[in-house]
């Protein structure tokens, strides 16, 4: 029996459940010391990750193995203490779930074959829980392992950020062929748009279900789209997926990155209702003052500062806790760490966030 259940006694007098912090600072408080987490926390740059990696033929026979997935989730968590696990998978687990076939190309990144928006009826929303069902069992497995304190995060890619890769077969920096597909036939996007709202809410509620506290949406592209198609295929999916966990799971705690679209946050929290947004390096301090004082701020360390480190990552880190100090904040990356992040950086930017308060 482990030390967080009963004592020999029966019940102990000090059985409540320490307080999730990140939890709090998603409620709308703002705590002295922000909780911290890092996107990618679990990956490359760890030496236990890729040892456990190397097990696996492939990235989602990886993804899909839970006592793989468990293990991984785990790592930074006992390396580096952070407020939040987030479950290792991945935002391509969606098209697959769904019947498009994707493959991770070692060294080069994820391939599918690309979508015709004319083909979209042959995907399925059918086998959707059927198929990710190891990841909820990766979830429950992670909550029982978990110290308590410990928020346990699920997560989805948003469905602009899905479609990128499902249009066009694989990323690009400027997701120049997504944007004339979705610009070129907006009625066809929109039906890839609206599947993907169904599957995204479907697969955010499974995990809520399977015992995450809160879930993440990344829109890892959204900053690619000009005004009008970051209004209608970014923030209004994300409000309809927001509106739709809600709905079926009252209170909810749901954060938005939509990463490269600072200009917009304050629309963004406005229209979608997530309980804190994810700001990317690039999205000045001063954008934080177009939220309303209830929804948090996550971000937005650049990750070059951490693979950098020295006294301009001690600099960029008081100067991200000065910038928040005094409202909902979780400290965090501006994106995810790279492969090449030395491990004793993110232990000094552990330490030195925790020294605030
Ligand atoms: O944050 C975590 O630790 C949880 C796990 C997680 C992964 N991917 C694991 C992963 C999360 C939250 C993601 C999200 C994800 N996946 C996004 C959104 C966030 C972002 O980075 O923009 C996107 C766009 C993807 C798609 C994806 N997966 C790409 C483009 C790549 C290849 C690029 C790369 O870094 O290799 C992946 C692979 C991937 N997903 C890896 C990890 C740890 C590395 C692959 C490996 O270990 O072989």
Excluded: K
């Amino acid at each position: 029996m482990d030390s967080f259940e009963e004592g020999a006694g029966g019940r102990r007098e000090d059985t409540a459940t320490p307080p999730r912090r990140l939890m709090q600072v998603l409620a709308g408080e703002s705590l002295e010391t922000p909780p911290i987490w890092l996107m990618r926390q679990a990956g490359r740059f760890l030496p236990e990750y890729r040892a456990v990696r190397s097990q696996a033929p492939n990235f989602l026979a990886f993804c899909y193995n839970p006592d793989l997935a468990v293990e991984v989730t785990l790592q930074p968590i006992r390396r580096f203490g952070f407020d939040a696990s987030i479950i290792f998978s991945d935002i391509l687990v969606i098209p697959d779930a769904l019947g498009q076939r994707v493959r991770f190309v070692e060294g080069e990144g994820p391939r599918l074959d690309p979508l015709a928006l004319a083909d979209v009826g042959q995907l399925s929303l059918e086998r959707l829980e059927r198929h990710l069902a190891p990841v909820y069992e990766a979830l429950r497995r992670v909550r029982a392992e978990l110290p308590p304190e410990v928020t346990l995060l699920g997560f989805a890619g948003a469905p602009w950020t899905l479609a990128t890769y499902m249009t066009a077969g694989r990323g690009s920096p400027d997701q120049a062929v997504p944007r004339r597909i979705a610009y070129g036939d907006p009625e066809g996007f929109d039906r890839l748009i609206a599947l993907l709202v169904e599957a995204v809410s479907r697969h955010l509620i499974a995990q809520l279900d399977a015992g995450a506290d809160a879930v993440q949406i990344f829109d890892s592209w959204a900053g690619a789209l000009d005004q009008t198609g970051f209004e209608a295929w970014s923030m209004a999916p994300t409000a309809a997926i927001v509106e739709n966990v809600r709905r079926a799971r009252p209170g909810a705690r749901i954060i938005g990155f939509p990463r490269g679209a600072g200009a917009y946050i304050g629309a963004y929290a406005a229209t979608t209702g997530v309980d804190a947004v994810g700001l990317d390096w690039s999205t000045p301090f001063t954008a934080s003052r177009q939220l309303p004082d209830r929804v948090a701020v996550q971000g937005n360390l650049d990750p070059m500062r951490l693979v950098a480190g020295g006294r301009g990552l001690d600099a960029a880190v008081d100067r991200i806790l000065d910038a928040f100090e005094g409202r909902p904040f979780i400290f965090n990356l501006g994106h995810g760490v790279t492969p090449e992040t030395p491990i004793e950086n993110v232990e000094r930017v552990v330490a030195r966030v925790r020294a605030r308060g």
